[in-house]
């Protein structure tokens, strides 16, 4: 049965195919919101694949009784995250909710990690965040729509983890982030 405490509200959720993020659109769904599952179908380590969990999750949605749309755009640059928000304005003509949840895993330890390990991981979590959020708020601001935005942040960026410098830098970025806003 779907419950309706978010009846008539839009959630994104960004990295919701699998995992986490999976856990939240249905959540979010069940609860009467119109959800935007957002994945591009990468793996956990951002390489492409053939995958397409953002429209398993929507499928899965739909059967359930929801309501809920797919974006395959990466969170990782300004363009692509303004063509997530606007999928939720196109298809449902609001934005209440943005959850930033999409992120890769590439460990090595400090000595052998790459720059495009760094680089790439920070671009997901923390630009990802950083760019949907903006664009959620300038749409929220100019709207005067009461929105939420949850960030997803871990125990890595909190108090550390071997091998991964880069995941414990972009979710303490993340935290640091969301303290600010």
């Known amino acids: 049965k779907m419950g309706n405490r978010l009846k008539g509200k839009v959630a994104i959720v960004t990295g919701s195919g699998r995992g986490i993020g999976r856990g939240h659109a249905l959540l979010l769904a069940s609860e009467g919101a119109k959800v935007v599952v957002n994945d591009p179908g990468v793996a956990r380590d951002g390489s492409a694949t053939k995958e397409r969990p953002a429209d398993e999750v929507v499928a899965e949605i739909k059967k359930a009784g929801g309501t ?3 974006n395959t755009d990466s969170v990782s640059d300004p363009e692509s995250a303004e063509r997530i928000i606007q999928t939720a304005l196109k298809n449902f003509g609001r934005l209440d909710i ?7 895993l590439r460990d090595k330890s400090l000595a052998k990690m790459e720059d495009a390990e760094w ?15 903006r664009s959620a708020a300038r749409y929220m601001k100019e709207n005067n729509v009461a929105g939420r935005i949850i960030n997803t942040s871990s125990y890595a960026g909190l108090i550390g983890n071997f091998g991964q410098s880069n995941y414990g830098a972009a979710k303490s970025g993340i935290a640091g982030l969301t303290r600010v806003w």
Do not use: E, P, W, Y
């Open 119 to 133: 680089k790439s991981v920070l671009a997901v979590h923390l630009d990802g965040t950083f760019f949907c959020g």
């Open 98 to 104: 943005l959850v930033n949840n999409a992120g890769i």
């Open 68 to 70: 809920a749309v797919a």
